[in-house]
């Protein structure tokens, strides 16, 4: 079971560029999201998805858009990329809709540098 | 979503010495979670909370939900070098926004 799989693991880009952060699980869970995380700030929400076709904005959704035409997966996007956006972004998933009960399980994480 | 505020921020401790960070909140919690990430790596899930009062045990970790569902807190008895990381606390109270807790990173001195 591979559980929730991030790629890739590890970016550069500059700024201006596009790119996806891609996110899979295999665990049929309907709710997915996305953090980042930088020093001293936790982890901050950037959107979620309550199941297919249904995504929504967290704490910090600007310069990010997100889609989920499936279960399994939760593409990030990066429009244009900007020197604020560098930061590790975990992709995170749990088994109830109703998630503040359900444990998140997380992917490894992608860690992405703008210059 | 909730806030949480969690505290401290850092903490530095001799190993075998015990450690506690404490998650507050001005508002009613409907559960805590605890999450542990080690150095490079992700959270991982380590307990769920529901219940006023609630005490949960794992071997040397001890997590407590206060009266009011305000607070709560995780010790750790007796450090390990293993127990380096950052713990984090994620409220649960009637909304998709999950709110994490800053963290507190534990550093154990050997």
């Known amino acids: 079971n591979a559980g929730v799989t991030q790629t890739p693991k590890f970016q550069v880009l500059k700024t201006g560029q596009s790119m996806t952060l891609q996110c899979a699980q295999d665990?049929?869970?309907?709710?997915m999201s996305w953090y980042r995380q930088d020093p001293g700030m936790g982890l901050r929400l950037i959107h979620y998805?309550?199941?297919?076709?249904?995504?929504d904005q967290g704490e910090v959704p600007n310069g990010y858009n997100v889609s989920r035409s499936t279960t399994e997966d939760f593409p990030l996007r990066l429009l244009s990329a900007a020197p604020s956006q560098t930061s590790v972004y975990f992709c995170?998933?749990?088994?109830?809709?109703?998630?503040?009960?359900?444990?998140?399980?997380f992917g490894e994480g992608s860690r992405l540098t703008v210059l | 979503g909730q806030q949480v505020m969690q505290i401290p921020q850092y903490q530095h401790v001799q190993e075998g010495e015990d450690f506690t960070t404490y998650c507050n909140s001005s508002?009613?919690?409907?559960?805590i979670q605890w999450y542990k990430q080690r150095p490079g790596g992700h959270p991982v899930f380590l307990i769920q909370?529901?219940?006023?009062?609630e005490v949960k045990k794992q071997k040397r970790l001890t997590f407590q939900f206060g009266e009011a569902k305000k607070n709560s807190s995780l010790h750790i008895t007796a450090t390990q070098t293993t127990d380096v990381g950052t713990y984090f606390c994620?409220?649960?109270?009637?909304?998709?926004?999950?709110?994490f807790g800053k963290g507190t990173k534990l550093s154990v001195i050997p």
């Open positions: 995170a998933s749990s088994p109830q809709p109703d998630s503040n009960t359900g444990e998140l399980f």
């Open positions: 665990m049929n869970h309907e709710y």
């Open positions: 998805s309550v199941g297919a076709g249904i995504t």
């Open positions: 508002t009613t919690l409907s559960n």
């Open positions: 909370l529901v219940k006023s009062g």
């Open positions: 994620k409220s649960g109270a009637g909304s998709y926004q999950l709110t």
